[in-house]
T-cell receptor, first 116, second 116 residues
Framework: DAGVIQSPRHEVTEMGQEVTLRCKPISGHDYLFWYRQTMMRGLELLIYFNNNVPIDDSGMPEDRFSAKMPNASFSTLKIQPSEPRDSAVYFC??????????????FGPGTRLTVL | AQKITQTQPGMFVQEKEAVTLDCTYDTSDQSYGLFWYKQPSSGEMIFLIYQGSYDEQNATEGRYSLNFQKARKSANLVISASQLGDSAMYFCAMREGRDSSYKLIFGSGTRLLVRP
């Protein structure tokens, strides 16, 4: 089985540009999570979805960040306009709480974003 | 207040020896879950072990065990017979509440280095 797929793996952009990060969760998983990891703040949950519906976006830092999940197999995290302080590794994770691994969140490989 | 505290920024252990990574947590919920994840230098997040607050037995997964002391609110990870491949960052995380929330709150991590 393919795991959580994220693209791109690396992104370098200039301040002010729009950045779109993509995630394909594991098939059958109905929860999807976006995390951000920085040295200063560690791992932070930004937003999570259940059955494509955003459940908790309290971790989204500001209006420049938006996330969508148009269907069960795809989600995007968009930053517009990007700023240097957005530089981080962004992880997508998915889970299926009703399954045999009900407590595990499966993480993607992450997208390393650098905003110059 | 910190929800998850990992007081050891870095630790060394000799190969084949056991090591304990500390984690304390803070919650007023009766129902919660505790997780440990491993992050090797390649960056991916790997789920290791889970302990539910109502679980009477300490969780074990191969060489990993979780020393759960509920009254002390600690959930230390024990790695037995350390291997060179165990060198990585280790994160403790907590999920609060029963079923209604799948948010994970992560600690700041402990970097473990296994010496040959």
């Amino acid at each position: 089985d393919a795991g959580v797929i994220q693209s791109p793996r690396h992104e370098v952009t200039e301040m002010g540009q729009e950045v779109t990060l993509r995630c394909k969760p594991i098939s059958g998983h109905d929860y999807l999570f976006w995390y951000r990891q920085t040295m200063m703040r560690g791992l932070e949950l930004l937003i999570y979805f259940n059955n494509n519906v955003p459940i908790d976006d309290s971790g989204m830092p500001e209006d420049r960040f938006s996330a969508k999940m148009p269907n069960a197999s795809f989600s995007t995290l968009k930053i517009q306009p990007s700023e240097p302080r957005d530089s981080a590794v962004y992880f997508c994770a998915s889970s299926f709480p009703g399954g045999p691994t009900m407590n595990e969140q499966f993480f993607g490989p992450g997208t390393r974003l650098t905003v110059l | 207040a910190q929800k998850i505290t990992q007081t050891q920024p870095g630790m060394f252990v000799q190969e084949k020896e056991a090591v304990t990574l500390d984690c304390t947590y803070d919650t007023s919920d009766q129902s919660y879950g505790l997780f440990w994840y491993k992050q090797p230098s390649s960056g991916e997040m790997i789920f290791l072990i889970y302990q539910g607050s109502y679980d009477e037995q300490n969780a074990t997964e191969g060489r990993y065990s979780l020393n759960f002391q509920k009254a002390r609110k600690s959930a230390n990870l024990v790695i037995s017979a350390s291997q060179l491949g165990d060198s990585a960052m280790y994160f403790c995380a907590m999920r609060e509440g029963r079923d209604s929330s799948y948010k994970l709150i992560f600690g700041s991590g402990t970097r473990l280095l296994v010496r040959p």
